[in-house]
T-cell receptor, first 111, second 113 residues
Framework: AQSVTQLDSQVPVFEEAPVELRCNYS??????LFWYVQYPNQGLQLLLK????STLVESINGFEAEFNKSQTSFHLRKPSVHISDTAEYFC?????????WGAGTKLIIKP | EAGVTQFPSHSVIEKGQTVTLRCDPI?????LYWYRRVMGKEIKFLLH????????ESGMPNNRFLAERTGGTYSTLKVQPAELEDSGVYFC???????????FGPGTRLTVL
């Protein structure tokens, strides 16, 4: 069965510093990969997705993630974080039309 | 277009009571999903409707949970009787096709005392 691992439950980082949120999944068969974000007191929003094609995908607010099939990873990166990026970030994989989720990583921005 | 809506946003009930959660998907989305996040744990799939039919209910924890989607529009998830371990946030999502992006509602926070 598919599984998704987000090793870091929370990541503190200074404002304007770079950040990487790690995500590994269990299978190397064809997968669709997603990052969702939940801002405080809001619902889940899709941040970016990998379905096929270019292994580097980008969001409109400066995040990017790279699909690495050999390492079964889909890490999320941003070169310079802002206080507004404070949120919980979830990595997920589509398996049999349902989403399998990681445990989530809280991104904590320090001023 | 209007997003996925869920009602209520919060519900506090006592153990043994019944609660019904409602989800209204985006208009035209045939696929509707229920997920749950128990405190401190990962989000777990509960079930998937295609129109009014249950496509996959492998994630339903036990027979105290009953989901319906009469007419293929909104869906309800009833918990009867509720237990302490049912506390968590229940998310609903919808998508146009089965491999399309799933759009999520804000969730219902259920607290069972």
């Amino acid at each position: 069965a598919q599984s998704v691992t987000q090793l870091d439950s929370q990541v503190p980082v200074f404002e304007e510093a770079p950040v990487e949120l790690r995500c590994n999944y269990s299978s190397s068969v064809s997968v669709y990969l997603f990052w969702y974000v939940q801002y405080p007191n809001q619902g889940l929003q899709l941040l970016l997705k990998y379905l096929s094609g270019s292994t580097l995908v980008e969001s409109i607010n400066g995040f990017e993630a790279e699909f690495n099939k050999s390492q079964t990873s889909f890490h999320l990166r941003k070169p310079s974080v802002h206080i507004s990026d404070t949120a919980e970030y979830f990595c997920a994989v589509n398996s049999n039309y349902q989403l399998i989720w990681g445990a989530g990583t809280k991104l904590i921005i320090k001023p | 277009e209007a997003g996925v809506t869920q009602f209520p946003s919060h519900s506090v009930i006592e153990k043994g009571q019944t609660v019904t959660l409602r989800c209204d998907p985006i208009s035209g989305h045939d696929n509707l999903y229920w997920y749950r996040r128990v405190m401190g744990k990962e989000i777990k799939f509960l079930l998937h409707f295609v129109k009014e039919s249950k496509q996959d209910e492998s994630g339903m924890p036990n027979n105290r949970f009953l989901a319906e989607r009469t007419g293929g529009t909104y869906s309800t998830l009833k918990v009867q009787p509720a237990e302490l371990e049912d506390s968590g946030v229940y998310f609903c999502a919808s998508s146009r096709g089965q491999n399309n992006e799933q759009f999520f509602g804000p969730g219902t926070r259920l607290t069972v005392l």
